[in-house]
């Protein structure tokens, strides 16, 4: 049975409509394709009112029942793979074989989260004293989602936040609300009322949630921008924040690589899920040696790579998923040939409806340039011939952002020495963007605050509690 169109939030356990809508756009078209409910302060409050009654049930909820609920989420989204796959292509753009991937890597994200444990450390088991620190939830936790992956990304803070016990009242981006909307839809089956709220709106409502006294917690996914804001708004009540911000990840390319067979690979480095990921290759330093032949692989292989509405069989890359970041990804092909850098491919507006950008390529811009300094987030990439690996370091290591980065050589150690030069939360030796749910994911600098994944992950949506006692105290004879 396919999805019905009618999206509501779910809020104590009730599915709810709403008292007013707003539109969603299918960016490959660009008409409306559902309109997802509106939440009002007022519906705010009560699904923070809904997630604090539930909580000192959940948390007292033994590990192995929230780790049972976890699973049951899971097959949930697998049972409905195929609705959620279609529903993301349409609200997100992507072709249905990511939007698949996506899906898949949602349950498998919930899942692979059973497999933690809350440790406790005994600090001291003496005759006088015993003293042990173990993890105990936050609280409630208020959770704001992006819109290049709203499915899997809401999971990054769904599974481990309510596996430590706490509650939640989840957001979607307002651009990509309804697979969230769904994923809620389902959970009213599982969860029992109130451990997990979602709700949708437009830009208010995560203004409305980081400065909300309800919240213990705010975990965020976005831009470094936004994650200034969210910071800002957590400071009166002293909430705690993860923040997964943005990045400038570069690819390093040695000379050793066969141009030939790494071509391909790094151009889907750069061009997965049409740039837009928060640890896409956004800056690719090629040495000298081998520059021109592998810039002219790379181009002739993106020559062969299908743009086109995601629904679409055979389309590799679809439009960009909003109007704003659309613009913001023109605005920069525009500084770039205004400056008059050289375009080995795109570079113009594609003259069709909906938000698509052709494949656009830079030849060797000035490290200086726009495309080179700001995060892209969209199909444009700029190649940069290197010649020094010091040289090359620190001009990797020259910008606020420090999420991920690659380096890519047949010499494995001299590339696994390299890659700890580089200062930020993930680097990759000859493959990108391979993430865990068991492994720790952040951003250092300005790319993020704190982790997900791993017990580092799940620990920060955990207080440390030290309980000490003392043994047959004198005072107890
Ligand atoms: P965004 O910052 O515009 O929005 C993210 C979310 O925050 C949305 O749900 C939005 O409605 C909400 N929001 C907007 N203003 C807010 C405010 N003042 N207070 C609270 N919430 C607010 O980001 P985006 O455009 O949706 O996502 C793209 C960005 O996210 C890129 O910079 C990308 O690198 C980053 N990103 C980072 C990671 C990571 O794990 N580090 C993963 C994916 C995306």
Redesign the pocket.
Known sequence: MAFDTTYRMLIGGALEAGSATFDVINPATETVLAQAPDATPADLDRAVAAARAAFPGWAATPIAERKAALSALANAIWANADDFKRLLTLEQGKPHAEAGGEVMGAGYWLQANTALDLPETVNEDSDDRFSVTRHIPLGVVGA??????PLI?AMFKVAPALLAGNTMVL????FTPLTTLKFGELAKDILPPGVLNVISGG?A???W??SHPGFDKIS???????GR??MA?AAPTLKRVTL????NDAAIVLPDVDVEKIAETLFWAAFTNNGQI?IATKRMYIHKDIYEPLRDAIVAYARTVKVGDGSEQGTQIGPINNRP?YERVLGLIEDARDKGYTFLLGGEKADVPGYFVPITILDNPPEDSRIVQE?Q?GPVLPLIKFEDLDDVIARTNATDYG?GGSVWSKDEEKAWDLAQKIQSGTVWVNETQHLSPLAA?G?VKQ??VGV?GGLEGLLEYTNAQTLVRRKKPAFAD
């Open positions: 704001i989602a992006p819109w290049n992956f990304l957001k979607p981006s307002p830009d409502l995560g203004p949630m980081t965020f996914t976005g831009s470094t921008a936004t804001r969210v708004s997964e911000l943005g990045g928060c970041q995060e987030f999420l994911f951003g790319s993020g997900e």
